[in-house]
């Protein structure tokens, strides 16, 4: 009997009725003829509400419920969540859904309202963001039931302290994995890179078919066959490709509520399974005051998970990036000549002038990439006109830091480092770009 009241609730068309009876009684003292008709609807009142709240409570009907929610969530995308309720009561109800979701979004009037007929089952799916990796909690999830007419409403409580981890998006993987089956990446930016001389290994002789470069028959096969035969090479194999994440404070600045840290993970993901599945050695580390989060650069079959996991774990530690310690560390570690993806952000050419001789040394024995973000703030503030003198001053040192940015690609390249300037929404395109132009031009 307690647990029944503790989780009944009277709705507000209840005390409407309730106010109108008692302002009856009142007015019933001005006008005692009205005393009968009073007492015949409070009798009534009594009644309804009584058959309300045993319709709700003493019939053998409930409401059953459950959110199903993935084993894992994926960082900087919409992931679908899932309700579903069913309804064995003998009658239709009304329900309104309270999803206590968890802190990090910062949402507490979430709510769905909708209608469950009697016998039925019905499923309600909507999406969340996260936007920072690590374990989010779900609460509880509360179901509110009307009775039939309307004046009581029932409590139910499932799916105590769901726990889900936010890993990086692996939903991005997936959809550039997808895209690769379908032949389909030139829809999404990629672009299509002209090879420059057959820096490639040799795979087999073939029949040609048209389309073939007439520069690969082979004169000698065609010869002995009677008809045309060509030459097919493939992208150099098992070449080590090692995303490298500066996870300094100059990563921790947010764009579109993901921080750049996060951007970095995310790409360093996507690249390292294009690199595996184009057949070469994926690894990974990050660095700032010290180096972290290190993975040896293989092909073999757990090293995407080996990534993922690794990845999930990377945090900023708002120190200053010692890249002095970066160059001792690749000169000790890695021996081969590989390639070195560097995400980090240089905000103007003195940070950079202060790096640049570790990365000259660097790009000495590795073929280095360095990879740094516009700030797309400025950008639409910049875009913006002007009104007043005080916007034109803004306007004018915003301007100044982006022709900076401009300025860093060209001293980079200036010394030979290939070097990728992007909106961050755009890194992972960008990225593979750059990685599939290396392969074909045979710069590794």
Known sequence: MKNIFKNTYLEKRFFIVLTGIIIGFILSYIFPDLMGVIKLLFFVFVLVFMVDFLLLFASKGVLLGKRIVPEKLSNGDDNEIEISLSNSYLFSVRIKILDELPHQFQKRDFRIISTLGKGKEKRYTY???????????????????????????????FCNQQEVPVYPSFLQLRKYNLMA????????????????????????????????????????????????MVNQFQD?????????????????????????????????????NIAIKKQDKAGMFAFSNK????????????????????LYNIKTNFLESDYSLLYADIKRNINH????????????????????????????????????????????FVAEKAQTTQQIFEKTIAEKFIYE??????????????T??????NLTINTINKYLEIKARGLL
């Open 127 to 157: 999406q969340i963001r996260p936007t920072e990796r690590g374990v989010y909690v779900f609460g509880n999830l509360n179901v509110f039931a009307n009775s039939p007419l309307g004046l009581v409403v029932k409590k139910y409580t």
């Open 181 to 228: 089956f379908t032949n389909r990446l030139f829809e999404y930016g990629l672009k299509k890179i002209r090879r420059i001389g057959h820096t490639m290994e040799f795979e087999q002789i073939k029949d040609y078919v048209p389309g073939d470069d007439i520069r690969n028959i082979n004169w000698k096969a065609t010869a002995k066959r009677g008809h045309l």
């Open 236 to 272: 150099e194999r098992s070449q080590p490709i090692y995303s490298i994440i500066d996870k300094g404070r100059v990563m921790k600045m947010p764009f579109e509520g993901l921080s750049l840290l996060d951007y970095a993970v995310n790409s360093s993901l996507v690249i390292s």
């Open 291 to 310: 180096i972290e989060n290190r993975v040896v650069a293989e092909r073999r079959s757990a090293q995407m998970n080996l990534i993922l996991e690794t």
């Open 337 to 380: 000549r590989s390639l070195l993806i560097l995400y980090t952000n240089f905000e103007t050419l003195d940070a950079l002038e202060r790096q640049l001789p570790y990365l000259k040394a660097i790009a000495k024995q590795h073929l280095l990439v360095v990879i740094f973000f516009e700030n797309t703030e400025l950008n639409r």
């Open 405 to 418: 940015k401009k300025l860093i690609v060209n001293e980079l390249r200036k010394h030979g480092i290939q």
């Open 420 to 425: 990728i300037l992007t909106k961050p929404e």
